[in-house]
């Protein structure tokens, strides 16, 4: 064994992406450069319109770039990956506006994103309430959306978030509708499920103490990251 250790390649890397809109006269992002480790935690900070939920949309598979590469385990997202097949298996998305179908129960809710990989109802309803206690809200199964508080809501979102056991969870401001107590808790739940499974976590935030709770933080500025 040599004394030199070999750099572990990058399970997540965008190079050179540059997203535009309304033909070209709105950059929101102007050749990025990142490369994310397999476990990592990440945070992304930047005032509004800086480009930080465009970069996370494009490493979810959520859009694609104008141009540039996603890059996902060195194969590129859109080409080489099939992006539906990329966001129902390897990753898991927690918004600040929570997403819940408003018709549906929490323990629906969380299996919605199953169906995209043909669990059987038995174990899609299995795996959500296991989810759901896990979040501590065993006694909120049967709970419709506008019947959970703020922080319930977001629980059963990252629930929901990690149905199908994905590899990367993408956070966009994730406490953006919380009060500073329910923040707290959501920051602890999501750095404890990102340390107990060795999942990569990337947030979006704007909030400091949140960005240097995180090892490694990056500023995105007008479209590019800051030196």
């Given at each position: 064994m040599t004394s030199e250790m070999t750099k572990a390649s990058p399970q997540l890397e965008v190079r050179r992406l540059r997203k535009s809109y309304d033909e070209g006269r709105i950059e929101a992002l102007r050749g990025v450069d990142l490369s994310v480790t397999a476990g990592e935690f990440l945070a992304i900070s930047?005032?509004?319109?800086?480009?930080?939920?465009?970069?996370?949309?494009?490493?979810?598979g959520l859009d694609v770039p104008t141009s540039g590469q996603v890059l996902f385990e060195n194969a590129s997202l859109g080409t080489a990956i099939d992006l539906d097949r990329y966001r129902a298996t390897q990753i898991g998305f927690i918004f600040q506006a929570f997403y819940l179908l408003p018709t549906l129960r929490a323990i629906e809710?969380?299996?919605?994103?199953?169906?995209?990989?043909?669990?059987?109802?038995?174990?899609?309803?299995?795996?959500?309430?296991?989810?759901?206690?896990?979040m501590g809200l065993e006694h909120r199964l049967k709970q419709y959306p506008n019947e959970l508080s703020a922080g319930e809501r977001q629980r059963v979102a990252i629930a929901r978030a990690l149905a199908n056991d994905p590899s990367i969870l993408l956070a966009d401001e994730p406490t953006g509708?919380?009060?500073?107590?329910?923040?707290?808790?959501?920051?602890e739940m999501l750095i404890g499920i990102?340390?107990?499974?060795?999942?990569?976590?990337i947030?979006?935030?704007h909030e400091q103490e949140i960005a240097q709770a995180a090892p490694r933080h990056i500023r995105i500025r007008d479209g590019r990251i800051e030196p």
């Open positions: 930047g005032v509004s319109g800086s480009g930080k939920s465009t970069l996370l949309q494009l490493m979810g809710n969380v299996q919605v994103p199953m169906l995209a990989i043909g669990l059987n109802s038995n174990h899609r309803a299995e795996r959500a309430e296991a989810l759901l206690v896990e509708n919380l009060d500073s107590v329910n923040s707290a808790r959501i920051m990102q340390q107990k499974r060795g999942m990569t976590l947030v979006i935030t």
